[in-house]
């Protein structure tokens, strides 16, 4: 099966601690893109890659980072300098980049962050 | 301001109603696309709609956009219970804006049986 997977589903850490949300794909996608989502909100762009080793801020990339090392993955680190990390983050992929291509989801990874 | 506002945000109706969900945006698009989150899930694209067609259609689902009126609507025929969801529009920008996706903000449809 293609797809895109994220794990886990449900992370839970202390406030000051930094955290790793791991991000595949299977579907030979160039495009990755991390999101944040918070209640009854949106989706808002955390990060994006066009092509392996390249990576760029989306609109709220501040308290986060990313690396792109193998095509297939896109981990997020959500720092301690993040000020309010608790939200669902979603990964997606596509075969190129923005918005000509529809977008895969994984499932979601929900953090809290207490 | 938002460059993608759905409306209505929350929607109710019975099972085999239609329902109707809106999304006026700001900016010239190249697309809009359409995409469904059933609780907790991830993202699930429906339609891309481009920038040059004013109707698309698939299954149950009928898309218009009217780049005049910079406005699109998604029709849903003939409800189900399983069409429990939020919908969100997502407008790609013309390539002066990098043709970023921008997503709205969603409606919530809830169908009852």
């Known amino acids: 099966d293609g797809g895109i997977t994220q794990s886990p589903k449900y992370l839970f850490r202390k406030e000051g601690q930094n955290v790793t949300l791991s991000c595949e794909q299977n579907?030979?996608?160039?495009?990755m893109y991390w999101y944040r989502q918070d209640p009854g909100q949106g989706l808002r762009l955390i990060y994006y890659?066009?092509?392996?080793?390249?990576?760029q801020k989306g609109d709220i990339a501040e308290g986060y980072s990313v690396s792109r090392e193998k095509k297939e993955s896109f981990p997020l680190t959500v720092t301690s300098a993040q000020k309010n990390p608790t939200a669902f983050y979603l990964c997606?992929?596509?075969?190129?980049?923005?918005?000509?291509?529809?977008?895969?989801f994984g499932p979601g990874t929900r953090l809290t962050v207490t | 301001s938002q460059q993608g506002e759905e409306d209505p945000q929350a929607l109710s109706i019975q099972e085999g109603e239609n329902a109707t969900m809106n999304c006026s945006y700001k900016?010239?698009?190249?697309?809009l696309q359409w995409y469904r989150q059933n609780s907790g899930r991830g993202l699930v694209h429906l339609i891309l709609?481009?920038?040059?067609?004013r109707e698309k259609h698939s299954g149950r689902l009928r898309v218009t956009l009217d780049t005049s009126k910079k406005s699109s609507s998604l029709l849903i025929t003939a409800s189900r219970a399983a069409d429990t969801a939020s919908y969100f529009c997502?407008?790609?920008?013309?390539?002066?804006?990098?043709?970023?996706?921008?997503f709205g903000q969603g409606t919530t449809l809830q169908v009852k049986p």
């Open positions: 997606a992929s596509s075969i190129g980049i923005w918005g000509d291509y529809e977008q895969y």
């Open positions: 900016t010239s698009i190249n697309n």
């Open positions: 709609i481009r920038s040059n067609e």
């Open positions: 579907l030979n996608h160039d495009a």
């Open positions: 997502a407008t790609a920008l013309g390539s002066s804006n990098t043709g970023k996706l921008i």
């Open positions: 890659s066009q092509i392996v080793n390249d990576f």
